[in-house]
């Protein structure tokens, strides 16, 4: 079955990573779906029905975006508050759509991974910052997986870099 991998970039054509992410699963229709959220909604407007309907179509889906502010972008947000809603992911015998499906986050981080420890330069490691994400996906009975960071990408973004960042990220979807 195809893996749903939800993109959700404010920025995408001058994104450098995530938009060879995306290329690169475009090569394989038949093992992903990318969704991309801002060039879906421009105007920030989901249509909840939809996207309801597109989660329950899959059982395997990554959120893709860039670290803003140590958090994500705002329509990621906005998606969880209104599609996650109360009947459809949770409250109702006839809730739970997202019950057992496999969730993941694919983050791509400006700076090293060493940065993101206790004696780093944030001081929070990166599975500790988006604990919420966990949290969140737990609740609407979701089974929710290690997430992908590729880090460095402010200090490095050659194209020999950013190469190196695409068989990690398909070895970590074939895992999920």
């Keep these: 079955m195809k893996t749903l991998i939800i993109v959700i970039h404010p920025t995408i054509k001058?994104?450098?990573?995530?938009?060879?992410?995306?290329?690169?699963?475009?090569?394989?229709?038949?093992?992903?779906?990318?969704?991309?959220?801002?060039?879906k909604y421009p105007d920030e407007k989901l249509d909840?029905?939809?996207?309801?309907?597109?989660?329950?179509?899959?059982?395997?889906?990554?959120?893709?975006?860039?670290?803003?502010?140590?958090?994500c972008p705002p329509l990621f947000k906005k998606w969880l508050d209104e599609v996650l809603s109360y009947g459809w992911a949770y409250g109702k015998s006839s809730g739970?759509?997202?019950a057992g499906k496999k969730i993941a986050l694919a983050i791509s981080v400006g700076v090293d991974e060493q940065e993101y420890s206790q004696n780093g330069k944030y001081k929070y490691t990166l599975d500790q910052l988006t604990s919420p994400f966990e949290i969140t996906f737990d609740y609407v009975k979701a089974t929710?997986?290690?997430?992908?960071?590729?880090?460095?990408?402010e200090r490095n973004a050659s194209d020999e870099w950013i190469e190196q960042s695409v068989p990690l990220y398909l070895e970590f979807l074939k895992q999920l």
């Design 14 to 39: 001058e994104s450098v990573i995530n938009k060879r992410w995306v290329a690169e699963f475009e090569k394989y229709p038949e093992r992903y779906e990318v969704h991309q959220l801002y060039e």
């Design 96 to 98: 739970y759509k997202m």
């Design 144 to 153: 929710y997986r290690p997430l992908f960071a590729f880090y460095g990408i």
């Design 48 to 71: 909840v029905l939809a996207e309801q309907r597109l989660i329950e179509k899959y059982d395997k889906i990554v959120f893709q975006f860039p670290l803003y502010w140590f958090n």
